[in-house]
């Protein structure tokens, strides 16, 4: 309590990591899997363990284009053999005759009785011999079998995000098929009259106080990056019951609701005390910049809960929330194991940031030419242009000016949005 003015004293607010660790530690995987074809499974997470049943090479081979030798043949250094073979890829060579070389492209079975392969830049054919003008030492250029993956052994654990050289990996050993976990299912809409579709604007004119709805586009393109099924309920009006109607609506079916807008504690901010009629809400005032409110809790309905997330309306920080946030929130939904936060990268500062914040400020910088780091000049939480010219966000800690010169800690886009 506040003893000059009688009003309860303000909760302290959140740091990052402790809204951060909370979302983690309430995350329900989603259950059910599926079995898909490789091909179609970029971006799905494994609900079980791969192991490969053989062994990757499956033989000894060469690793380049050149001639398989006995090591002991080539011992002076300018040996002349006769070519006995000729071995390409795909095909099975002849035991190698003692004083004898084998012409072997790459990918080739080594014959049996070689033990080396000597380059072809470093021979000269005449007729049918070759002189090896180098001394090569046993094992010289051969992969040896299991030297990439040993049969049994696991290649890809449970909770595994597939990327394209997982994929990769998993036809290298031939699995045509993997189980993963189902896609999450995400419903999104967003609040306020004042919000207009690009397209829509009578004579494509704004009204007077309305604004193009931006914040559908940005997060539903963040949601497709990370593969979810979405249910688009586009514009709520701003009305109590129409947002009730909605969350009930959303619930159904899906693993999470995510909105925009309407979280705040104003007479036309709808969305906070219609999740609490329809399940429970946590409201939270983190100690980010840009962002501070957050709303997570659960919509009831049916059969369970469905999670809810409410972002803040202003688009930069809607963008930043979902990326701290919601990103992480999301993996571990899909079944993501591991960490799931992204790298960060000690860079060198080319600006200056005198006035220190008491939150943690995410500021959009870019990568210059010298190899430091620019900062867009206007970091107001509106200002959506700064996350297109940017390359990534500086993690700067509360009551932290930034000098010409300092490292700071850099996260590029590229590791928050996949």
Same mark, same amino acid.
């Given at each position: 309590?506040n003893?000059q003015t009688?009003k309860?004293a303000?909760?302290?607010?959140l ?10 530690a ?10 898909v ?10 609900a079980e363990?791969q192991?490969s049943?053989i062994?990757?090479?499956?033989a000894?081979n060469?690793?380049m284009?050149g001639y398989a ?14 070519v006995?073979?000729r071995?390409?890829a795909?095909?099975v060579?002849?035991p ?5 070389a084998?012409?072997?492209f790459?990918?080739a ?6 033990d ?6 470093q021979?000269?054919?005449?007729g049918d011999?070759v /002189?090896? !003008?180098?001394?090569p030492?046993?094992? &010289?250029? @051969?992969?040896?079998t %299991?030297?990439?993956i *040993?049969?049994?052994s ?9 990327r ?5 990996l998993a036809a ?10 189902r896609?999450?299912?995400?419903a999104v ?7 207009t579709m690009?397209?829509?604007a009578?004579?494509?004119?704004l009204?007077?106080?309305?604004i ?5 586009f940005?997060?539903?393109?963040l949601?497709e ?5 979405i ?5 709520v009006p701003?009305?109590?019951e129409?947002?009730?109607? /909605?969350? !009930?609506?959303?619930?159904?079916g899906? &693993?999470? @609701?995510i909105t925009s %807008?309407?979280?705040s *504690? ?17 409201m939270?005032?983190?100690a980010?910049k ?8 659960e919509i009831?309905?049916d059969n369970?809960?469905a999670f809810f997330l409410?972002?803040?309306g ?9 990326l701290?946030?919601v990103?992480p929130?999301l993996l571990?939904l ?6 799931v ?7 060198r ?9 008491r939150?943690n400020?995410f500021?959009r910088a870019?990568?210059?030419?010298a190899g430091g ?5 206007n ?7 700064s996350?297109?010219w940017?390359?990534g966000?500086?993690?700067?800690p509360?009551?932290?000016?930034i000098?010409p010169?300092d490292?700071?800690r ?5 590791e928050?949005?996949?």
């Amino acid at each position: 309590m506040n003893t000059q003015t009688g009003k309860p004293a303000p909760k302290p607010m959140l740091s990052v990591r402790e809204a951060l660790d909370f979302l983690l530690a309430a995350a329900r995987p989603v259950a059910q899997t599926e079995i898909v074809a490789t091909l179609e499974a970029n971006g799905r997470v494994l609900a079980e363990d791969q192991a490969s049943t053989i062994n990757v090479p499956s033989a000894d081979n060469t690793q380049m284009d050149g001639y398989a030798v006995r090591a002991d043949d080539c011992a002076s250094g300018h040996a002349t053999l006769r070519v006995s073979q000729r071995i390409p890829a795909g095909t099975v060579g002849q035991p190698l005759e003692p004083g004898t070389a084998a012409r072997i492209f790459t990918g080739a079975l080594i014959p049996q009785g070689a033990d080396a392969v000597v380059m072809q830049e470093q021979c000269e054919a005449v007729g049918d011999s070759v /002189t090896i !003008r180098h001394t090569p030492k046993a094992g &010289d250029w @051969i992969r040896r079998t %299991g030297e990439d993956i *040993v049969a049994d052994s696991v290649i890809l654990p449970a909770g595994t995000r597939l990327r394209s050289q997982e994929l990769g990996l998993a036809a290298s050993v031939g699995l045509a098929r993997l189980p993963v976990r189902r896609r999450v299912r995400v419903a999104v809409f967003f609040t306020g009259d004042e919000l207009t579709m690009p397209g829509e604007a009578p004579g494509g004119k704004l009204a007077a106080g309305a604004i193009y709805n931006s914040n559908r586009f940005t997060l539903r393109g963040l949601l497709e990056n990370f593969g979810c099924e979405i249910t688009d309920f586009g514009i709520v009006p701003d009305s109590f019951e129409a947002t009730r109607e /909605t969350l !009930r609506n959303a619930a159904r079916g899906h &693993d999470l @609701i995510i909105t925009s %807008g309407g979280v705040s *504690v104003g007479e036309e901010d709808h969305v906070k005390p219609a999740v609490e009629a329809e399940g429970r809400l946590n409201m939270w005032q983190i100690a980010v910049k840009p962002g501070k409110p957050l709303a997570f809790g659960e919509i009831r309905h049916d059969n369970g809960a469905a999670f809810f997330l409410g972002l803040p309306g202003n688009p930069v920080s809607s963008f930043i929330t979902f990326l701290l946030f919601v990103r992480p929130f999301l993996l571990r939904l899909q079944g993501v194991s591991g960490s799931v936060e992204p790298r960060s990268y000690p860079m060198r500062a080319d600006f200056n940031w005198p006035k220190a914040d008491r939150r943690n400020e995410f500021l959009r910088a870019r990568i210059n030419a010298a190899g430091g780091l620019d900062l867009f000049p206007n970091q107001g939480s509106g200002v959506l242009t700064s996350t297109v010219w940017a390359d990534g966000l500086i993690d700067n800690p509360p009551g932290n000016p930034i000098a010409p010169g300092d490292v700071v800690r850099f996260i590029p886009f590229a590791e928050l949005q996949y």
